[in-house]
């Protein structure tokens, strides 16, 4: 009876501390729908991170140099620890590292679609870091701000560590393209191949986003997919000027009038494709942790039965 | 000590250094293939630490081995041929399961805190000053192995299995670690190397302590193998050498 | 034996890391870990890549306990209606930088 009749108020409380820029605490009164919301958003971030170790990982045994051997090690070590920090937040809401697990594994939890796609060549590498981690960046410096404390002081952490990530990678495609020619060609080979599926990352424009008004409106969200990614093109176009790589795209172009670049047309049916699972890599990244997990029970059980055996 | 035995000394160290590097590289890159296939998240990142450390310790040995013959860290890494690999056999093997890494990481690493503490007291003082950055890393690395032997040996009859078959194929390159050879007498002589054997008696009566601890059967065949310090190798390291280096070999010199 | 088994979880631990310059431990975020010295192990390598630390405190989070937001009332108001006990109540003279 007391319930019902301090639920209105919880919920005034609640949009209150939203609309004033404070932050909604773990033992705080929230929407279901929130905390839903949060789970669903934290837990996706987690997952991408820790599958976004795969690509990388797949050139780790291969890295040309001593140096960028350790740099891309300390890398892909640094994304298992966000995907950490990001699980452990989002234990704050209710929900298991292992029921996470399970979602992911069941294809129930999505991961960032861009790491559907293989990283063939070492230059990939370099594609990676400077797009894929530049865009992550974009968003995540937004998302520090967002309004469930966990997730906004995880976000913090992870923004401070990402620093290097996207730098490694920028090094790594200058190095490439002013090398020698089969190193300039890699190189904008892997440009080519992960440019529009970096954009595609901010996800659908605005219009179309399901979960985004709502994620805007509980200041989950703080800047919408498109504003997102007009910053992310903005400041990348310079970027490859520099090291003169050539952006796919035969419609970007600076428009005086608006200060940002006009850029071409997204193909959204194949993110469609490829965030519905027939991209060219999904069944392996799912594969690869299923049977990582698998293999690793025996452990985990050994973990368990040993400390039962101490207590 | 008459003007013609230095150079020989320094060439001596040289070689010394590269093979400690090896040893250091070859099982670091072991550890890197278990990047998102750990058992935990919270285990992914705790290899990855052992790994870094490793690949740190043959950045160091081999930059120091390359100022006395005049080549990068890189040449030694990704341009020597097979033959020229001095690491033991026992790192080249392949990762195997988790009971086999943690368990050749225990015998290392037992070994390590041993030799590395004797070698800060090395006449080389380079030698000296990266064995007292490396026995700092050691001295974490020894606790975790030391920790994970009973939660295997004592977990299930299946952890308790799999330590067990590790531990049968791993006897047999245990040897190689306290093997010396001309080189390592000729720099012990010196005081620049420690002598491997003095850590044996001492390195198996803890083995022995801990397995009976953790209720280990501790193998009891003559069988050792070794050849890894001449050059050597199992037919593992082949395929090793081919992951590790194709990309430089793909692009001969080529900048990254 | 009649009852179902629990599925076993591993325990969370909640993390709170003490940087070298800083005084006070801080809550960095929590992991998963089947004793205190594996967690605190686990933490080092998670929490402490960069060096920041000098002190790990590891706590289960079930021995953790915490004040409610509906306490606020009571628990917290009646500590913050007394503003004498800020530095900035007070006026001093502006010449005086010793105070």
């Known amino acids: 009876m007391q319930q019902s009749q301090s639920q209105p108020i919880d919920r005034e409380q609640f949009e209150a501390k939203i609309q004033a820029e404070e932050k909604i605490e773990p033992k705080d009164w929230m929407p279901e729908s929130y905390r839903k919301n949060l789970i669903r958003q934290m837990s996706q971030h987690a997952h991408s991170e820790i599958i976004g170790m795969q690509p990388e990982g797949n050139w780790l045994t291969r890295a040309p140099t001593l140096k960028r051997k350790c740099v891309l090690l300390a890398k892909i070590q640094d994304e298992a620890g966000h995907g950490l920090y990001l699980y452990s937040a989002a234990e704050t809401l209710g929900i ?67 620093s290097f990530h996207q730098r490694q990678g920028y090094e790594i495609m ?25 954009l595609m990352m901010f996800g659908p424009h605005d219009g179309e986003s399901a979960h985004s008004a709502q994620s805007m409106l509980w200041k989950i969200k703080r800047r919408s997919n498109d504003e997102l990614r007009q910053q ?80 | 000590m008459d003007a013609t035995t230095q150079p020989d000394t320094e060439d001596d160290i040289a070689q010394y250094a590269i093979r400690l590097g090896d040893d250091a590289l070859i099982h670091g890159q072991r550890l890197c293939e278990w990047s998102s296939q750990a ?65 050749r990481q225990l015998f290392i690493d037992l070994f390590e805190i041993r030799f590395f503490n004797a070698l800060t007291y090395s006449q080389d003082k380079q030698l000296a000053a990266i064995a007292a950055k490396t026995l700092k890393e050691v001295e974490y690395h020894v606790r975790r192995s030391r920790e994970w032997l009973p939660r295997l040996a004592l977990g299930t009859p299946e952890s308790k299995r799999r330590l067990q078959a590790a531990a049968d194929e791993l006897w047999g390159y245990i040897n190689e670690l306290f093997e010396v050879d001309a080189l390592e007498r000729r720099l012990i002589e010196q005081s ?8 044996y008696d001492d390195w198996l009566a803890e083995i022995q302590h801990l397995a009976i601890q953790c209720q280990l059967e501790l193998p009891d065949s003559p069988w050792q193998v070794a050849g890894g310090r001449a050059g050597r190798h199992t037919e593992h390291f082949g395929h090793l050498l081919s992951e590790l280096q194709f990309l430089q070999r793909a692009h001969p010199g080529a900048q990254w | 034996m009649s009852e179902t088994p629990q599925p076993a ?12 310059r800083g ?58 209606d007394k503003p004498y006990r800020h530095a900035t109540y007070y006026t001093v003279p502006e010449d005086i930088d010793t105070l």
Request: charged share 25%; net charge negative; with cysteine.
């Open chain 1, 232 to 311: 992310f093109v903005d400041q990348t176009v310079a970027q490859a000027q520099s090291i003169e790589l050539r952006i796919p795209d035969d419609d970007l172009q600076w428009n005086a009038d608006t200060g940002h670049y006009d850029f071409g047309a997204i193909d959204w049916d194949e993110f469609n494709r490829v965030i519905s699972g027939n991209g060219p890599c999904n069944r392996a990244r799912l594969a690869h942790h299923v049977n990582a997990h698998h293999e690793g029970e025996w452990v985990r059980e050994a973990m368990r039965a040993y400390a039962e055996r101490q207590s």
């Open chain 1, 96 to 162: 298991t590292r292992e029921e996470m697990i399970d979602a992911l594994h069941a294809g129930q939890a999505k991961y960032a679609s861009i790491f559907n796609y293989p990283a063939s060549s070492w230059a990939d590498i370099g594609a990676i870091g400077w797009l894929v981690d530049g865009a992550a960046i974009v968003n995540q410096i937004s998302l520090q701000r967002t309004s469930y404390g966990p997730y906004a002081r995880a976000m913090v952490r992870i923004c401070k560590e990402e």
């Open chain 2, 39 to 103: 058992p935990t998240l919270e285990e992914d990142l705790a290899l990855s630490n052992v790994a870094l450390d490793l690949l740190g310790r043959a950045r160091l040995l081999y930059t120091y081995a390359g100022e006395h013959l005049n080549c990068s860290e890189d040449a030694l890494a990704f341009s020597r041929d097979e033959p020229h690999f001095q690491n033991v056999l026992m790192v080249e093997l392949p990762r195997g399961d988790f009971a086999f890494t943690m368990l």
């Open chain 3, 23 to 80: 005084l006070d431990h801080i809550h960095v975020g929590s992991l998963h870990a089947h004793d205190p010295e594996q967690a605190l192990a686990y933490a080092r390598d998670t929490y402490l890549r960069r060096g920041e630390g000098a002190s790990i405190w590891v706590v289960e989070s079930q021995h953790i306990t915490a004040s409610q937001e509906s306490d606020a009332a009571s628990f917290y108001d009646p500590m913050d």
């Open chain 1, 174 to 198: 200058q190095t490439l393209a002013a090398g020698s020619k089969a190193q300039r060609e890699m190189a904008q080979q892997a440009l080519d191949r992960w440019w529009w599926p970096a």
């Open chain 3, 9 to 20: 979880l591993t325990p969370l631990f909640e993390v709170f890391v003490r940087s070298r």
């Open chain 2, 192 to 199: 620049i190397a420690p002598d491997r054997q003095n850590f």
